[in-house]
């Protein structure tokens, strides 16, 4: 499903008419790492249900709702849940979120994820900060027709990944005593975990962490020249040689344990941006 310049200034419009004024940063919170939120100083909360043009979380783990609040004295715009590929949702529909937040004004965006570790030197429960990633989803939010007045048919994307917010970060999780590892996110379809020869394959291609989300938001945001720094929050650990079934729930349990460290951080990163 192709989205309009159109559908994007209407959603953003709407948005604006529930009193949603000048955010400055705008959040993406990931599987099991909504508990920012509870950090916030809520001035209105919007269903996704409610909102023109926006698709609805379907995964039980997303709440579905876009905040609007002040936060380390920040006016913030907080995903609280995301949209998947494997929804079933075109790549501008689950893009679409971050059209809107740029055309409602922020100058930064923030992303977390859960994901697994391909990198056996990072173990589960610990951070990684985002400094590269390959794309292995099969489609890409910018084919068909380019929105000419967001950005250019070719967007760079040599440094994805803003060099001054990354740096930002790892001094904040020395200072914070917070364990932050650095590397590479591949991003492929879902909904399933991968097999064993899919885990070999994804670490000899470069990739130290493997999630389901995130890179099309971040090329979006690459073009429309909008800086973004991303953090995965790492539950499991993919060893080929020692792979083990993994549920959800264990995937929620330890999110919610790591996420405090990831929570020290972006309150941090938004107070001094």
């Known amino acids: 499903m192709q989205i309009t310049y159109e559908q994007i200034q209407e959603t953003s419009a709407f948005i604006q008419s529930k009193g949603v004024e000048n955010p400055e940063i705008g959040i993406i919170l990931g599987t099991g790492l909504g508990g920012l939120v509870n950090a916030i100083d809520i001035i209105n909360e919007i269903d996704y249900a409610d909102i023109p043009n ?10 579905g709702k876009l905040i609007y609040g002040q936060l380390e004295g920040k006016k913030v715009l907080a995903m609280q849940g995301r949209f998947h590929y494997y929804e079933g949702y075109s ?7 971050v059209r ?34 390959l794309n292995l989803l099969p489609e890409n939010p910018l084919t068909g027709k380019n929105l000419d007045k967001m950005g250019p048919r070719f ?14 970060i790892k001094t904040i999780a ?7 590892h650095e590397g590479v996110y591949a991003s492929v379809p879902g909904p399933n975990l991968e097999t ?3 885990y070999r394959y994804i670490k000899i291609i470069g990739g130290d962490a493997v999630g389901m989300s995130t890179v099309p938001e971040v090329i979006v945001a690459n073009h429309m020249n909008l800086p973004c720094a991303a953090i995965s929050v790492l539950t ?3 060893d080929p040689d020692n792979l083990h079934p993994v549920s959800l729930q264990e995937i929620l349990d330890v999110a919610a344990e790591a996420e405090k460290g ?4 972006f309150k941090q990163v938004v107070a001094q941006l």
């Open 236 to 238: 499991d650990e993919c």
């Open 196 to 198: 064993r020869a899919e």
């Open 155 to 168: 967007p760079d994307m040599s440094q994805p990944y803003c060099q001054k917010i990354n740096q930002l």
């Open 262 to 265: 990831l929570i020290k951080i």
């Open 174 to 180: 020395e200072a914070e005593k917070v364990e932050l």
């Open 54 to 63: 926006f698709p609805v979380s379907t995964v039980e783990s997303h709440k």
């Open 91 to 97: 790549m501008q529909q689950i893009t679409l979120p």
């Open 100 to 133: 809107v937040m740029k055309q409602l004004g922020i100058k930064n965006l923030l992303i977390s994820n859960a994901a697994g570790a391909v990198n056996l030197d990072y173990k589960k429960g610990s951070l990684m900060l985002i400094d590269d990633h």
